[in-house]
């Protein structure tokens, strides 16, 4: 397994974020963990990162335990987070967001990577210059995912993607993830957004109150009326 | 829709740098044709004492919007160069270096500064983010930076005394240029002011660590998760507000010959009035909010006499932020991520 997480506690304060969770991921597999609000999925997503700290339990990615080192450390063993909101540096240009994606790096190839990026997104690429506040909704997530993929993941982590994007956008979204699947990326997607998310997936976790309740294949889950239920939040 | 845009944002990036050549261009002129001689020159000296204010103001304004922190030690530092370069000349320590021992005190002073600076990172801000997480997110570093300025403030006055001392430079060279006498000390220093800040700037637009610190400036917990090692580039903010006093310190000892204790008190103030001026956290408006508050000042003394300077300068920020509560050149209302 590339990333496995076992008994992961995560407190803020008296409130018990992600009490007792354990997950895995492949190195050639889509999982999704799905959930309502509150639930504890972007908790679990910043603690994988290392950018909330976790009460207990252990983190393991390609086979080194991680739990203790810092957020850049993880990213350095490129683990990658595609943050809640996207968090694009507004007061950088589009072309100074990608570099920042890269700012662990020192290899030689970091312009190659990032003209390949250009390649894939031509709307980034015309809008190089300008700073990335001029830019779409659609596009900020473009940059988000292009600004992560040049660091290189292995592993790389998408938090609500979808959020705030036009169905349309999202269509395309789902298709660039699915399109980084096939390429062999592996990745974890936490969404609100269940279709689309078990479409592209191979496997789901449902989350609830910090812990998983629902765990399986995602065809599976699809048609599981469980799901449905913990959206509701009733039982 | 691109070409608008793209027009509209080299317009903005022009736009700063332009006004502030033409407003002072439009001062000195006015001054001459306005007054004669006896104006142009306090425009002259008025720019000179701006580039001293907009140094310290550029360093005010660096930790704001940075760290969302207003570093109160930074008259400190002003003040620490002056006072070592002072203590290391009148004691004998240079008698080695002969003829250029003023420039070695001075240089020594403003390593001082940023040996303080560093100290003072150690103990405000590094120390209270590790025990209460994003320390910026506290006023505890302004009122311990305010606690670090009466601290060494004290500590100099106790070891060197409250007098104020003469600091002799063994230098002395004037310009005539149409009719103005033009100190070559202070146009000198001028131009140093002017070349650090340059530095700065290119630093923050065109390096990597310049990029991390606009992405500090905007939200640390991206730059974390980008990979920057915050606590690593912290300091960096404080070497360079320490080079930047210690910088503007050194010049305005050369240029006034004066050295006290609370030297970097009036400078201080000047340069926080310099950067509300010209918008918190923008190296644009704090270098044109220098040159405003030297301005103001000279010619406040010249038609109003020495004691109406503060009340010019303030009356002129309190007018500014009533108009523009955003500064000449800010972009947004007081906090963090504008560099």
Known sequence: MLLEVANLDVRYGRNHAVKGLNLSVAADELVTVLGSNGAGKTSLLRAIQGLTPCASGTIRFAGED??????????????????????????LTVHENLQMGAYCRADAAVQQDVDAIYDRFPNLAARRKMPASVLSGGEQQMLAIGRALLARPKLMM????????????????????????????????????????????????????????????????????RLAAAYLGGH | MSDSTDIAVARMRLRAPVIAVVVTLVMIALGIALGGKVIAHQVVSGLLLGSIYMTVAVAFTLTIGVLNFLNFTIPTLFMLTGMAAWGLLSGGYLTLAGRGAWLVALAVGVVAAVAASLLVERFTFRYLKMKHGDATEHAIP???????????????????GSDSQRFAVPFRADLHVAGIVVGVPQLVSCAMAVAVVAALSFVLKRTKIGRALRTIAENPDTASLLGVDVGRVVPVVFILTGLLSGVAGALFTVNYG???????????????????LGGVGSIWGAIAGGLVVGLA????????GGDSVAMTVWGLVLVIIVLRPKGLFGVAAIGKGKM
Not at chain 1, 67 to 77: H, N, V
Request: proline letters at 4%; zero cysteines; hydrophobic letters at 50%.
């Open chain 1, 66 to 91: 991680i739990t203790r080192l810092s957020p850049p450390e993880r990213l350095r063993r490129n683990l990658v987070l595609v943050p809640e909101g996207r968090q694009i540096v507004i007061g």
């Open chain 1, 158 to 225: 998408l938090d609500e993607p979808s959020l705030g994007l036009s169905p349309l956008l999202v269509e395309r979204l789902f298709e660039l993830i699915a399109g980084l699947r096939n390429e062999g990326l592996a990745i974890l997607l936490v969404e609100q957004n269940t279709h689309m998310a078990l479409e592209v997936a191979s496997r789901g976790l449902v989350m609830e109150l910090g812990g998983v309740v629902l765990e399986g294949a995602a065809d599976l889950l699809r048609d599981d009326e």
């Open chain 2, 142 to 160: 302004l009122v311990s930076s305010l606690g670090f300025l009466i601290i060494f403030e004290n500590l100099v006055l106790i070891a060197m």
């Open chain 2, 258 to 276: 004066d050295v006290s204790p609370f030297m970097g008190d009036n400078v201080g103030t000047k340069a926080i009035a310099a950067m509300v």
């Open chain 2, 297 to 304: 000042e000279t010619l406040s003394i010249q038609f109003f």
